[in-house]
């Protein structure tokens, strides 16, 4: 009997399917977690935190409940999945999945206070992270899920584009720092103040706050610009590639099931 349960709650929280018993358990869960993120965001209104202190606190108190079941659930049920097999190691391995921390970093801010003692800032932290709820979403959105395919798939290609791009800003602010320095030293006081100016230059969003003023400072700055539009627009090339071989995938009648790893045709 315990088997059967577990086979038909697998079936229901895991595997894609257009039955109306998934796509209403979908549909609840989606809905629970955009009225969640909606919740917080009022509550950070100091007058409707007030007036409506005890909705906020039993509808958090029912989302939780809600959430920390489902999560207790899908660690009973992952030993079905064949990566998770093992009736111990597979709930270890489960445990550190990507969409398992997930459900438990939605569910921590409010235990947490229970177990360890906090200052309120800390507290006030910890309630924000709620907002993060948000990311449970990509248990029930394909793009979403196509989007962390294509992460993995091209992470070598992210992450040497990324490195690229600090490189240059590192160079950048140095060099900045070295030209600048004697002439404003209050702007240019560091290399890591530098990073500023490097930062908003590379990006091409210019607050105009910290400017170079020397002629070796104006000639560097125009440089890095070009530089830096060239590498900040690699990482968005990379993604738009791998987003163009997933969807011929999919045309192809080659998906990949984002809960088992198997390929659906």
């Not at 039955?19 to 917080?40: G, H, T």
């Not at 968005?236 to 198997?262: D, F, L, T």
Request: aromatic fraction near 10%.
């Amino acid at each position: 009997m315990s088997e059967k349960w577990r086979n038909a709650l697998y079936n229901a929280l895991e595997t894609p399917s257009d039955r109306p018993a998934n796509r209403i358990i979908d549909v609840f869960l989606v809905a629970l977690i955009a009225s969640n993120v909606v919740v917080v965001t009022l509550h950070t209104v100091s007058s409707l935190a007030v007036g409506y202190a005890s909705f906020f606190k039993y509808f958090e108190m029912l989302s939780v409940a809600i959430f920390t079941v489902e999560y207790v659930l899908r660690m009973w049920i992952c030993t079905i999945n064949d990566s998770y097999r093992h009736p111990v190691l597979g709930r270890i391995k489960y445990f550190f999945s990507p969409f398992a921390i997930i459900d438990l970093i939605a569910i921590a801010p409010f235990y947490l206070p229970m177990l360890i003692p906090v200052d309120l800032l800390f507290l006030r932290g910890l309630r924000l992270m709620r907002l993060l709820r948000l990311l449970k979403l990509g248990r029930y959105s394909e793009a979403i899920r196509m989007m962390g395919s294509i992460l993995k798939s091209k992470k070598e290609e992210i992450t040497i584009a990324i490195t690229m791009s600090l490189i240059l800003l590192l160079i950048a602010s140095g060099l900045m720092y070295y030209i600048e320095s004697s002439a404003q030293p209050a702007v240019f006081s560091s290399i890591p103040a530098a990073m500023w100016w490097g930062v908003m230059t590379m990006t091409t969003v210019g607050y105009g706050d910290v400017y170079p003023i020397t002629p070796a400072g104006k000639v560097l700055a125009g440089v890095i610009a070009l530089l830096g539009i060239s590498l900040f627009i690699l990482p968005a090339g990379i993604i738009a590639a791998g987003y163009a071989v997933e969807i011929q995938k999919r045309k192809n009648g080659r998906i990949v099931c984002p809960k088992c790893g198997n390929v659906i045709s």
